[in-house]
């Protein structure tokens, strides 16, 4: 049974760093583009930052530049999003998706996330004092 689950939110204050990790069972990431989404209470899901699994190749949110970096890791099936230097602003459930096709500007931009393959259920991140 294919499965994407999300790990490693929590609550961090300002300036703090999290550690979120999306372990994919029943599917091979390796050959697919990896999202991580995120939507904060009344707005939209949106893109954050996106790696192709098979060549590393990344694309990243403005907001999420020199503050977040994204990895794979082939051998546990497991993608990683390293967020430093939080914000409140960062506060949202932080979602993975897959998909077989978009690349990672396409998967990054696509409103909502509308369209991917698969979901995890997410992880909730809160940054607060």
């Known amino acids: 049974q294919l499965q994407l689950v999300e790990s490693g939110g929590g609550l961090v204050q300002p300036g703090g760093s999290l550690r979120l990790s999306c372990a994919a069972t029943g599917l091979t990431l390796e050959y697919h583009t990896i999202g991580w989404f995120r939507q904060a209470p009344g707005k939209e899901r949106e893109g954050v930052a996106c790696i192709d699994s098979h060549d590393g190749a990344t694309y990243y949110a403005d907001s999420a530049k020199g503050r977040f970096t994204i990895s794979r890791d082939t051998a546990k099936n497991t993608v990683y999003l390293q967020m430093n230097s939080l914000k409140p602003e960062d506060t949202a459930v932080y979602y993975c998706?897959?998909?077989?096709?978009?690349?990672?500007?396409?998967?990054?931009?696509?409103?909502?996330?509308?369209?991917?393959?698969?979901w995890g259920k997410g992880t909730l991140v809160t940054v607060s004092s």
């Open positions: 998706a897959v998909d077989g096709i978009a690349s990672v500007q396409t998967m990054c931009l696509m409103p909502g996330g509308y369209g991917m393959d698969y």
